[in-house]
């Protein structure tokens, strides 16, 4: 089968452990969606960072780098599952034969898709990302005890980054994109299905800070 963490001596083990927390924290920071090149990058730094905290000299080995990779669609899975109840809840999605609720969940997320509506506190567009959903998934994902990686890694979360934000969007809108039919039908989260929604997302982040540089808002997240 594949190579797990445990089938290694216990040096190795610490060494891919400190790596792969690294790797996990970092990937959310920088880059959650990354390419090829930048999935080696950010590899080379979480390899390094373990050198030097585990004081163990441990070779790139093909198949312990797979071990740290692996674990970014573990990433974005995990943050799928935990937002997946939330937006039916505090949407107001409703899983039901009738038509009515069907028509219902399908005319509510394409409403909340348009113009990313979903992000905004209230109607009437005010109050982007004031959304009370993002603040729920930030800290549920990242910040919920003192294993989190919010906390772990303070330094790569302190402010909240916008690559990891924009995952944060793109994952609520990848939970509406199920209910588009008015029944919920799984769709996974994936890099291929969701990258240029994600790009667009960091783009509209970056767009918003210039905007509202006097105001200071985004960093206060």
Avoid at 66 to 73: A, E, I, Q, Y
Avoid at 112 to 131: H, I, P, Q, V, Y
Avoid at 141 to 148: E, G, P, R, S
């Amino acid at each position: 089968g594949r190579p797990r963490t445990r089938d290694y001596d216990d040096m190795t083990q610490e060494f891919v452990t400190t790596a792969i927390g690294d790797y996990h924290a970092r990937l959310c920071a920088e880059s959650p969606m990354p390419d090829h090149a930048t999935e080696t990058s950010l590899l080379d730094a979480s390899w390094a960072r373990a050198c030097k905290v585990t004081r163990i000299n441990l070779g790139h080995r093909p198949e312990l780098a797979k071990l740290v990779t692996s674990r970014g669609s573990q990433v974005r899975g995990q943050l799928k599952t935990k937002l997946h109840p939330l937006v039916e809840a505090m949407f107001g999605f409703y899983s039901s034969q009738s038509k009515n609720a069907i028509k219902k969940n399908r005319n509510l997320a394409e409403g909340l898709k348009e113009g990313t509506n979903f992000a905004f506190k209230e109607d009437g567009r005010r109050g982007f990302l004031k959304a009370p959903i993002i603040q729920k998934i930030v800290n549920t994902m990242w910040f919920t005890n003192k294993h989190d990686d919010g906390i772990v890694f303070h330094e790569y979360f302190k402010p909240f980054p916008y690559p990891a934000l924009a995952l944060v969007l793109t994952a609520i809108e990848c939970c509406i994109d199920e209910w588009a039919t008015g029944s919920r039908t799984d769709i996974p989260f994936t890099i291929q299905e969701y990258r240029g929604a994600y790009e667009s997302h960091l783009k509209c982040l970056h767009a918003f800070e210039d905007a509202t540089k006097l105001y200071n808002v985004l960093p206060r997240i």
